[in-house]
């Protein structure tokens, strides 16, 4: 007996984030099952690709590069999927930084803080802000990448455990605001996964503790990121019409 896949056939999911990692994982297979995707990232290059493997393999998908810190980008990156296709009917927020791991308060740059904070809780502000208008229209899903981080524990990096706290927030808030207008808003809170930015706070716990990298990233026990792709998928479909506020991954 086969399983059964949530179907996502024909809708049009942006995912921001979508050069590497969990969004990266999400866009190829939800490409996979049919779904026109539109990659964001401020990383280009790696967008594109990402994009022309899915093209390559058969799926539907456009890059747009996009600093999400930037309202005037995001802006016009989602008068661009108005014009390119017409509707919007799912939007993952997964892009998100990670840094200053193991600095101690007095160590840490308010500059850097800051970066963190614009990337991670004004980039999800302003992308949410212009996608409520085309989620408003399709009565579409909005799904926030969080962290346990911030919300049930600490984390490596004062500035990320707080962003995401903050994305946490975002989400609950917004829950109550926009269910009225017909939009299912969820929170995804993925655990150890095996990303580039999970990898490089290995990577530097390592080097503090003189620990050998691959020895610590095999005690780790991280999942892979198509893992946390699933349950977004699963989110983005309309079996999951009833699930509601947040969500945790291993």
Request: proline share 3%; charged share 20%; glycine share 12%.
């Amino acid at each position: 007996m086969s399983a059964v896949v949530a179907d996502i056939r024909g809708k049009v999911i942006l995912i921001t984030g979508a050069a590497q990692g969990i969004g990266e994982a999400t866009a190829r297979l939800c490409a996979e099952r049919g779904a026109r995707i539109i990659l964001a990232d401020v990383k280009a290059d790696k967008g594109q690709g990402a994009a022309a493997a899915i093209r390559d393999a058969g799926g539907d998908a456009t890059f747009y590069a996009v600093d999400v810190r930037d309202q005037t980008q995001v802006q016009a990156l989602f008068e661009k999927v108005r014009a390119s296709h017409g509707r919007l009917d799912v939007f993952i927020g997964a892009a998100g930084v990670l840094q200053g791991q193991y600095l101690q308060p007095e160590e840490f740059p308010p500059e850097l803080f800051e970066f963190v904070m614009d990337v991670n809780v004004k980039g999800m502000f302003l992308t949410t802000k212009y996608a409520t208008p085309l989620l408003a229209e399709s009565k579409g899903v909005m799904i926030l990448i969080a962290s346990g981080a911030g919300v049930t524990g600490g984390s490596s990096s004062i500035a990320y455990g707080t962003s995401k706290g903050a994305v946490n927030g975002l989400g609950m808030t917004l829950e109550n605001h926009l269910r009225p207008r017909g939009i299912r808003v969820n929170v995804v809170c993925p655990g150890g996964i095996a990303t580039e930015m999970k990898l490089g706070v290995i990577k530097t716990e390592a080097e503090r503790s003189g620990r050998n990298f691959e020895e610590a990233v095999a005690n780790s026990h991280l999942g892979e990121p198509a893992g946390v792709a699933r349950l977004l998928a699963f989110l983005a479909s309309d079996e999951a019409d009833y699930v509601r506020q947040r969500m945790w991954t291993r």
